[in-house]
C-alpha cells in the first residue's frame, strides 16, 4: 500500500511538514507496513520555503533585514540543489511583520524581499523562485528595486520615501545602478491571482483594505501606482501594468515582470514539480492533502485542489482533512476531491483548534485508515 500526503500548511497553527507528520501517524497507527510518501506542499505564500526544504532537502538560511515599516526582521529563505534559491515574499515583507493597528498601505515597503534577492545572489543563485502572499505592502516593488540599486527620484532629484503613496511624486526612474547580475538569473513568481496593477482589480482596490488602506487610501495608492506604471513603461519602451498578476503581493509581480522578465506560474504548481509529487503519485492508492479551511474560494489556486487535479490525472483517489469546512466547499468534489472532512470534535474554540490540530489530525487520519481497512476486508 502506498499513500501520498501533501498537505498545506494549516495557518496560525501547524507548518505543512508537520501536518503531513501528524496524518503519517495516523495512518501508520492502522497499517504500519504502508508506504508513506510526505510531500508537504503549499501555493507560493508563507509556508512555501519550508515545504520545499522538507521535501527536497536544502538548506534554510536566515538574514536581517528591513522590515514593511522600516524596522528590522529576521527573514528566512532556501537553497536548493543546482544554485535554486526560494524565496517568500511574506518572509520579509509579510503582513504578519505589521500590528493590526499599525497597518499603514501607503507607508509599507517591500524593500526586505529586495534584500533576500540581493543575498541569493550573492550566494549564487542562477535560479530564483519567488513566492508572493501575504504581503504587507502597496509599492508595487518599488522598495525591493531600491533595494536592489535602482533609484526613484522626485522632481528635485531626491530618493523618494519608502510606500506606494509616494510614488505620486516619482519623475524619473535610475536603473543605472540596478545589480546587474539579475540579468542572468532566471526570475519565477510563484503566485496564484491573475490581477492587473491597477484599476477595479488591481492590487490596491483588491489586497490593498487588508493591509489597512482606506477607501480615499485606495483611491491614492491606485493612481501612484498608475503613475509608477507610466514612467516605468517611458523609461522600458513597454507597458506591463495589465499583465495577468502584476497586481500580486501589493503589485511587486509588476517591478518583477517589468525589470526582471519573471515568469509567472501557479505557486502549488511550483511546489509540486520541485518536490516531485507527480512522480510521488505513480503507484499510490490514495492521495490525502489538507489545509485549515476549505470552502468555495479554494478551488481559486489553492493547494487541496492543485494536488488533486494532478491526482485526478494519475488516477489516484483524494480525500481532503481541513480545520472547517465552509460554503461551497462540495464543489471541490467537481476537481477530483474524493471526500472532505472537518478536524473539529465538536463545538470548539478557534484557540482550542489551533492548539489540539496536531492530535485531530492523527486521529482523523487514523479514523479514515479504518474505514479503508474495512472496505478492504470488505471486499476480500
Known amino acids: 500500500m502506498k499513500i501520498v500526503i501533501a498537505p498545506d500548511s494549516f495557518k496560525e497553527s501547524l507548518s505543512a511538514p508537520e501536518v503531513a507528520a501528524a496524518i503519517a501517524r495516523g495512518w501508520a497507527a492502522v497499517f504500519p507496513q504502508a508506504e508513506l510518501c510526505l510531500r508537504p506542499m503549499a501555493d507560493g505564500g508563507e509556508g512555501t520555503v519550508d515545504a520545499l526544504l522538507a521535501a527536497c532537502g536544502g538548506e534554510r538560511r536566515e538574514l536581517e533585514v528591513c522590515g514593511p515599516l522600516g524596522a528590522p526582521v529576521k527573514a528566512h529563505w532556501?537553497?536548493?540543489a543546482g544554485n535554486t534559491a526560494v524565496l517568500e515574499m511574506a518572509a520579509a515583507s509579510g503582513l504578519h511583520w505589521v500590528p493590526r493597528d499599525c497597518r499603514d498601505a501607503t507607508r509599507t515597503s517591500s524593500h526586505g524581499t529586495g534584500e533576500l534577492i540581493r543575498a541569493a545572489l550573492d550566494a549564487g543563485a542562477q535560479r530564483i523562485i519567488l513566492g508572493l502572499g501575504g504581503s504587507a505592502t502597496n509599492d508595487a516593488g518599488a522598495g525591493l528595486l531600491q533595494a536592489l540599486g535602482a533609484r526613484l527620484l522626485d522632481a528635485a532629484g531626491q530618493e523618494l520615501a519608502p510606500g506606494g503613496a509616494a510614488l505620486a511624486d516619482l519623475e524619473r526612474l535610475d536603473l543605472s545602478g540596478l545589480d546587474p547580475?539579475?540579468?542572468?538569473?532566471?526570475?519565477?513568481?510563484a503566485a496564484d491571482v491573475d490581477n492587473p496593477l491597477c484599476g477595479p482589480r488591481g492590487a490596491s482596490a483588491v489586497f490593498g483594505p487588508q493591509k489597512g488602506a482606506s477607501a480615499a487610501q485606495v483611491a491614492q495608492l491606485d493612481a501612484a501606482l498608475g503613475h509608477f506604471a507610466e514612467v516605468v513603461a517611458a523609461a522600458l519602451g513597454e507597458d506591463f501594468s495589465d499583465f495577468p498578476g502584476v497586481g500580486a503581493a501589493g503589485g511587486l509581480g509588476f517591478a518583477a515582470k517589468a525589470l526582471f522578465g519573471a515568469r509567472f506560474r501557479s505557486g502549488i504548481e511550483q511546489v509540486a514539480e520541485l518536490s516531485g509529487l507527480a512522480e510521488a503519485l505513480a503507484g499510490a492508492d490514495l492521495l490525502i492533502t489538507g489545509e485549515g479551511r476549505l470552502d468555495a474560494q479554494s478551488l481559486h489556486g489553492k493547494t487541496p485542489v492543485g494536488v488533486a487535479r494532478l491526482a485526478q490525472a494519475a488516477g489516484v483517489p483524494v480525500i481532503a482533512l481541513a480545520g472547517s469546512l465552509g460554503e461551497g466547499y462540495q464543489r471541490m468534489y467537481q476537481v477530483g476531491i474524493g471526500a472532505a472532512f472537518s478536524l473539529a470534535p465538536g463545538p470548539i474554540s478557534l484557540e482550542q483548534a489551533c492548539a489540539s490540530a496536531a492530535a485531530e489530525l492523527e486521529a482523523r487520519a487514523c479514523?479514515?485508515?479504518?474505514?479503508?481497512?474495512?472496505?478492504?476486508?470488505?471486499?476480500?
Open 78 to 80: 532556501g537553497w536548493l
Open 181 to 189: 547580475r539579475l540579468s542572468s538569473v532566471q526570475v519565477e513568481i
Open 367 to 380: 479514523d479514515i485508515a479504518r474505514v479503508w481497512h474495512m472496505a478492504q476486508q470488505l471486499g476480500s
